[in-house]
């Protein structure tokens, strides 16, 4: 929060949104996905509506959070918005055991390129198809995505760096041994099928070209505008393996975090930054 003149400037909120997968396998571990992403809005408020925001922020952070189905999504246009309910249990189970049968012959795949490369690759590949330019790999932002994964807490946070970057945040979960996971089969994961394909339909049409789309359904599109966004020129992320009793209570995780420089979703400048899909070929892992 940067001070402006006699106002604050709330300039960057947590948004808890996840997009939740429970993959249920016969044979297969069970697996769980929830993706978080900040939402950079331009707005200027006093003092007491500052602290009255985050007072609701961290309560509404605390009762969802209780349950691993649980999501967030505040957004703040002149008034806060509350959280949009969680989603029903089971709203967002899907059963596929052949992702899982492809595991180990993907992983070779990925050993061939460095963790870095998929990274780049995977979000030029998305944001070529939305006519945004290439982004750059960057050590620094790559650093504060391990400071912030290191935490292995499933949470914004921008203290690495002093800030100023946007983030999207990714968690894969398993009930079997998932220790020997590819980070960049996982990274690609991140990117491609939760915050890119898994996002996709959320984001209307009639979005397109709109400065400020309507945010209501923010958290469900979020992480796609964050990764095409125009003017984000360099990406740093890190993937953590996380124990059992931190991202999730009774399973293990990999904790997926992208920081991006500049950062994205800015109330006002979606229209100039979120260009319409140019209808090539998407690209899965």
């Known amino acids: 929060m940067a001070a402006v003149d006699s106002t604050f400037l709330f300039h960057h909120q947590a948004i808890f949104s996840s997009l939740l997968y ?44 209780a349950s691993p189905l649980a999501s967030i999504s505040m957004s703040t246009v002149g008034s806060p918005v509350l959280a949009t309910p969680p989603p029903a249990a089971g709203s967002k189970m899907i ?3 052949a992702l899982e049968k492809r595991d180990a012959a993907e992983a070779e795949i990925f050993k061939r390129a460095t963790y870095s490369e998929t990274g780049v690759n995977y979000h030029n590949a998305h944001r070529s198809n939305h006519s945004a ?26 203290t690495a ?9 990714a968690a894969y979960g398993g009930s079997g041994d998932i220790t020997t996971m590819s980070t960049s089969l996982l990274l690609a994961r991140s990117i491609s099928m939760q915050w890119y394909n898994g996002e996709f339909p959320s ?17 469900a599109w979020g992480h796609f505008t964050q990764v095409l966004w125009k003017t984000s020129t360099q990406i740093g992320c890190a993937t953590q393996y996380c124990p059992a009793g931190t991202i999730f209570q ?20 979606f ?3 979120v260009g319409q899909p140019l209808g090539k070929p998407t690209l899965t892992a």
């Open 133 to 158: 330019p290439a982004v750059t790999w960057s050590v620094n932002l790559a650093s504060y995505a391990s400071s912030t994964a290191a935490t292995c807490v499933f949470a914004h946070n921008l």
């Open 161 to 169: 760096g002093g800030g100023g970057y946007g983030q999207n945040l």
């Open 271 to 273: 229209g100039a930054n």
């Open 203 to 219: 984001f209307l049409p009639s979005y397109y070209g709109q400065a400020t789309p309507d945010l209501t359904n923010f958290g």
């Open 95 to 97: 059963r596929d055991a």
């Open 22 to 65: 429970l993959l249920l396998l016969t044979t297969s571990p069970t697996l769980y996905f929830i993706s978080s992403n900040i939402h950079y809005p331009k707005i200027s408020f006093s003092i007491m509506r500052s602290f009255a925001l985050l007072t609701l922020l961290v309560a509404q952070a605390a009762t969802n959070m």
């Open 250 to 269: 009774t399973n293990p995780s990999w904790f997926t975090v992208c920081d991006y420089s500049g950062p994205g979703n800015s109330v006002g400048s």
